[in-house]
């Protein structure tokens, strides 16, 4: 599992002290090639965290030769000293591992605002480093933790060759490329333009479909890293499936996980004149706070989901609109369907269908429902 | 006070039985004249009820005689035989007033999806035109309310004439148009062209810049009635203030009964490139959950305001973003300002300024923050 399933690569997990919890807060992901390619994407918020703007920068070359991630801090509007502070931590793993700081990608994860402190994730570098193993994947899927309440892994692959991966994130869950911390590795040998070719396409129906809260982080980065260890160069297709794979199901870990949340919902849009259509309305009934209360309170109010509807400027007759929550068509033509008594909402996982009638896109997003403990989480500490 | 403030008016609230409280749920105005000008305006939700249908249809003609409100039923996403029910009701009050039905508006709010129970709403229309009293106001403005905790009534005017009006909105708050039921009276003596152009002038600024959920309603109403029975023709720009100021104080009132809200939010907006970039940038800010959440907790975290700017299209440079809360300017230059410690949010208002320093525009947009009691009150039951 994780990021060492792949061979050709080292990681650890470490406790450096930047959590005050004591809690593991330093990982570091090592590739030993003989392949150095990588690809990745980024948030497009505009308010960049400092190790977005470095790692996208390094990744631009097409190789990566080790990952640093930390939580218990984001490094995001730190100004000149914030980025000087991701130099440094790249500096650190270039100078412990003789590699070149180039191509050292950083990632950071906490709150906003406020500068590392360097005195702790230095020595948690060095530590990391000394700790690097062959098995180390699961410590480091660890340390990338914040208020996850578990680790997130996932593992796919062909003949002989694998793609393993980690992720954190549980809340300000909402895509722009990306929406979270996540590493992929795997050992088979695929050239970087490849890669960032499946790793788009693999983002774009997985974590850029998945939409917790509606709020878009400033330190999203989802990074491939491959070894090419296995000696296999599978198909482009295969490849970009097993990638694919692997990214959804670390998607819905990320829903399953995300904070105070009650119910993973799927906001299933049909009859779409078009994708950009069926997202858009997707997205509105996923950041509707009205319907998320209701799901909560597993309430079948599908005029929530019409007046969700409603705000977007997709094409549809607000007439010839159909909605069912768990297959039962609450909402025909419109208006008044099925007997909404007949909705069962008990389970973890709500279905919601909305059928425009306009042409054949669809699309799924998803979601959670809007909690007190949502409210809690977020409102009790700042994170 | 209120819709008979202005003299050509009569109203009154009944209860007929449509809320399962029996606290009344019918309200009724009527405009004596000499003048019957009205304007109007209307959620620009693609999905409408049918009294919107109905009474954006009634108002074209540039008059109304009579406005018949219901609480108890939104009568939107009702099909055919929820237009018949609006129509039938806008003849009833024809029918006892010797009225055209074709100048009777209706507005409708209450849960979305349900048929109005006519054998009760009628009674009730009955009920409230043998009621009407030239002091019948404020039963009007009771009568309206949903969730509201009070009703809501404002006035000003000038020499010799008033505007005053009632409100009713405390969830699915965010403006298209306008964003709940408001019907707003006056006995001066004003063209139907000038009512419109001074109630679009006023809404634009006013209710339109109130977002306390960020759920644009299928029922949003604002209605201006003109008897001009104080034989006063104010000057344009002096009726067009007296217009904005009745609804800036409605607008006001909204946010501060807003479901469950603890803190009524005022999202300055500073410098920006131009009127769309603020408007954009203040709603960005009024609709991110985690921002609310952070206000509930008096928690000066300003990193949620820059992520939410970030994620606009408005022209700015993120190295030059400054935000104060309550007056403390804690970031600077797009990273730490001044001591957030320093920040005190004790108070039910909050002033958030963000500075875009990007050009002169500017604008304040109202919001509450997110409570528990918000998703108690919209989950606990169908509303």
């Known amino acids: 599992m994780t990021v060492t399933a792949a061979k050709g690569f080292r990681a650890a997990g470490v406790a450096a002290g930047l959590k005050t919890t004591g809690a593991p807060d330093v990982a570091l992901v090592v590739n030993d090639g003989p392949s150095l390619a990588a690809a990745g994407v980024f948030t497009s918020n505009r308010v960049q965290a400092a190790p977005v703007q470095w790692s996208r920068q390094v990744v631009t070359g097409g190789q990566l030769q080790a990952v640093i991630l930390n939580s218990g801090g984001a490094n995001a509007c730190t100004g000149a000293e914030g980025f000087q502070n991701t130099h440094k931590t790249a500096e650190r793993v270039a100078e412990l591992l003789e590699l070149n ?70 809340g300000m869950l909402a895509p722009g490329l990306a929406t979270m911390l996540v590493v992929l590795t795997t050992d088979a040998d695929v050239p970087a333009e490849q890669l960032d070719a499946a790793l788009r396409a693999a983002t774009h129906t997985t974590f850029d479909r998945i939409d917790s809260d509606g709020c878009m982080s400033t330190n999203d980065t989802v990074l491939l890293l491959a070894s090419g260890a296995s000696g296999v160069a599978p198909a482009a297709a295969e490849f970009a499936e097993a990638v694919r794979v692997v990214c959804d199901d670390l998607a819905r870990q990320l829903i399953g996980d995300a904070e105070g949340a009650g119910k993973d919902i799927a906001i299933e849009v049909e009859g779409a004149a078009n994708e950009a259509d069926a997202l858009e309305v997707a997205r509105s009934i996923a950041r509707n706070n009205l319907f998320k209360c209701a799901i909560h309170g597993e309430d079948p ?58 042409g054949d896109a669809a699309v799924t997003v998803w979601t959670n429902d809007l909690t007190a403990e949502y409210v809690h989480e977020n409102s009790a500490y700042s994170s």
């Open 101 to 170: 700081a180039g191509e050292v990608a950083v990632c950071s994860t906490g709150l906003i605002g406020v500068q590392l402190p360097m005195d702790k994730l230095v020595p948690g570098v060095d530590a990391a480093a000394a700790a690097l193993t062959a098995d180390g994947g699961e410590a480091a899927a660890i340390a990338i933790k914040t208020t996850d309440t578990v680790h997130k892994v996932a593992v796919s692959g062909g003949d002989g060759w694998v793609v393993g991966g980690m992720a954190k994130g549980a």
């Open 301 to 358: 109010n599908w005029g929530r989901v019409l007046s969700a509807i409603g705000t977007t400027g997709a094409e549809f007759d607000a007439d010839r609109l159909d909605v069912a929550i768990n297959g039962v068509w609450v909402c025909k033509g419109g208006a008044v369907g099925e007997d909404r008594d007949l909705v069962d909402m008990g389970g973890r996982e709500v279905r919601v269908t909305a059928r425009l009638n306009a």
